[in-house]
């Protein structure tokens, strides 16, 4: 007999959980903030658990799939409004794609991605060069995310396979939200490339090595190790948040109003939070439990 699997809790609010945990790692696109404006209760939300009374300190890892270094992301945090005193570090798959870079001393790059992200190739030893030129790919999204898609990178990236290049993907997400659109990420042009046989080595979340350098970092901040059984990973996206916290053993907070706003009814139309679970049933993996947003 097959077993009914145990419903998955909404939440009306962090503080219902918050005292099991002593780290949290957020997600910042689509929880902090939509791409335009930050979400003020989400913040707040993050304050409130930073000053939660007890003998253990309670510390925020904010964990993005940006390309671009953490402290590029902190100046575009301060931007949206987002306080810092909502989180006490921030890592970034640009970060882990520096160190990855890093390693490959002298490295002829073939950038695929818009000049906003050349922040991640600073302090390198390395040579931007054209795809004929070039011994490795780093892709950080494409040129311009507004108006194309992969079918326009195609050629491309079927003679960059041909030659065997290995592409690091310094955002494995498929797509992120901007006000109430959704835009293509280098996720797309990675899952591109490795369709057609091209290597891709990605840094950033659902991968094993981000989550490994986030508990690295809130040891770091506690100094002390921290227990995965007491680390909470908050998110909006099912393949890279939560299928990351699954695979790494942590417990996951899916915040629906993000990328999945309108697959789970609570677009414009719909502005509360129905009946998830038949949604829920149909992903690969799934949340500890489910939240509207990210409020206290």
């Known amino acids: 007999m097959t077993s009914t699997p145990a419903p998955i809790p909404t939440l009306q609010g962090l503080a219902e959980v918050a005292d099991r945990y002593d780290l949290i790692l957020c997600d910042v696109w689509g929880v902090l903030h939509d791409g335009q404006t930050a979400h003020g209760a989400a913040g707040e939300a993050l304050i409130r658990f930073r000053d939660l009374p007890g003998a253990r ?34 890592l970034t798959s640009g970060d882990l794609t520096h160190d990855l870079i890093a390693a490959r001393p002298g490295a002829r790059i073939r950038h695929l991605g818009p000049e906003r992200d050349l922040g991640i190739f600073q302090g390198l030893d ?104 007491r680390v909470l990973a908050i998110g909006d996206a099912i393949r890279t948040d939560i299928a990351g916290a699954r695979g790494f053993g942590l417990a996951s907070l899916l915040v629906a109003r993000g990328i999945h706003a309108e697959e789970l009814g609570v677009t414009a139309a719909h502005h509360r939070l129905g009946d998830v679970a038949e949604w829920l049933g149909r992903q690969a993996v799934h949340p500890d439990a489910v939240i509207e947003r990210l409020v206290w």
């Open 126 to 229: 390395l040579s931007l060069v054209p795809e004929t030129e070039a011994d490795l790919v780093v892709c950080t999204g494409l040129f311009d995310d507004r108006s194309e898609t992969p079918d326009d990178y195609r050629p491309e990236l079927e003679r960059l396979a041909a030659r065997g290049l290995t592409m690091i993907c310094a955002n494995p997400d498929l797509v992120v939200e901007s006000g109430n659109r959704l835009i293509p990420c280098a996720g797309l042009l990675a899952a591109a490339y490795a369709e057609i046989g091209g290597p891709v080595v990605y840094a950033g979340k659902p991968h094993r090595p981000v989550y490994e350098a986030a508990l690295a970092k809130g040891a770091a901040l506690t100094g002390a190790a921290v227990d995965p059984a």
């Open 57 to 90: 300190p309670r510390r925020v890892v904010l964990v993005s799939n940006a390309p671009r270094p953490g402290d590029g992301v902190g100046r575009i945090l301060d931007r949206f409004g987002v306080p810092r005193e909502a989180y006490d570090a921030i």
